[in-house]
């Protein structure tokens, strides 16, 4: 039986979307768990950057990472940070969540970029292990 606990755990992990709810408690998941991070989120405001700001404060409590304020959809900025920072393993979580997205899902991204494609891309260039939440 596979069990998560039986994997290696890598030694640099990059969190895309890693200021909203979900991605910094992941964040602080890893911290204790003495990975390598990085995170990737572009605090903007289809909800509260402070709130985001919060949140990146509080996975500084658990330990040092490095932040990138960048949008993900920005190939060039994406290359040279996935460059720079050399992930084993990304976790794909960034998006604009919310109801305005539901209704109106031409808010999600700009017209003519995929953002799955830019990090899977990436993934292909510079990493092992790609996941992606939705």
Known sequence: MF??????????????????????HLAEALLRQGIQLTI????DDFYSPSKKLSNLEAVRRQGEFQFFQKDIRDY???????????P???????ARAGELVARD??????????DDRV???LHD????????AA
Do not use: Y
């Not at 990737?40 to 605090?43: C, G, K, N, R, T």
């Not at 060039?76 to 050399?86: K, L, P, Y």
């Not at 899902?105 to 995929?114: F, G, I, M, R, S």
């Open 76 to 86: 060039e900025s994406m290359r040279r940070i996935f460059s720079a920072t050399q």
């Open 88 to 94: 084993d393993v990304v976790i794909h979580l960034a």
């Open 40 to 43: 990737v989120d572009s605090l």
């Open 105 to 114: 899902h031409t808010l999600a991204l700009a017209p003519d970029v995929d």
């Open 3 to 24: 069990r998560i606990k039986d994997m290696a755990m890598p030694a640099k992990v990059m969190v895309t979307g890693g200021a909203g709810f979900i991605g910094s």
């Open 119 to 121: 990090a899977s891309d």
């Open 125 to 132: 260039d510079a990493s092992d292990d790609f996941s992606f």
